[in-house]
């Protein structure tokens, strides 16, 4: 899973420069969905586009607003989205391993950039376990349907 899809409000614009930045060098594809500058604009519109693209594409995301919280709400809207808001490194990792998570969302005024990378690597360097956790991600594919 190389390619990751981006996608931020005016609150997630700077991080969502920089973790560009550093998956780039990490040798990540991004595909960055917007926004382009600090202009307000309204974070689930983001948070759809990148969605759909995780979809459509069967890949990873970031979503990056002022909490997080706002990014992770609307995205788990979205049929097949399994998106949540994280701010440390164990959780990050779990969110693959345990939920089978596509979406990582981050808050940009929460914790530091330096933090920030070391839960995009976490997010990105875990797999699924499958097994029991397979059987949990089914039930809360059921709820979905
Ligand atoms: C925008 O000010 C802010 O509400 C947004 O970035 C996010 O934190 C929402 O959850």
Do not use: W
């Not at 600090?38 to 607003?65: F, H, M, R, W």
């Amino acid at each position: 899973m190389n390619k990751i899809y981006i996608g931020a409000d005016h609150g997630g614009f700077e991080l969502k420069e920089q973790i560009i930045g550093y998956l780039t060098d990490l040798g990540y594809e991004v595909k960055d969905v917007g926004v382009f500058n600090t202009e307000s604009v309204d974070y689930p519109d983001y948070a759809n586009e990148v969605a759909q693209k995780v979809i459509v594409d069967n890949c990873l995301g970031i979503l990056i607003c002022g909490t997080g919280v706002g990014m992770a709400i609307a995205a788990n809207k979205i049929k097949g989205i399994r998106a949540a808001n994280i701010s440390d490194v164990f959780s990050a990792k779990m969110l693959r391993a345990h939920n089978n998570g596509n979406i990582l969302c981050l808050g940009a005024r929460t914790v530091g950039l330096e933090l920030h990378k070391e839960i995009v690597n976490a997010f990105l360097s875990a797999d699924f376990e499958g097994d029991r956790h397979q059987r949990r991600v089914d039930k809360i594919v059921a709820l979905e349907n």
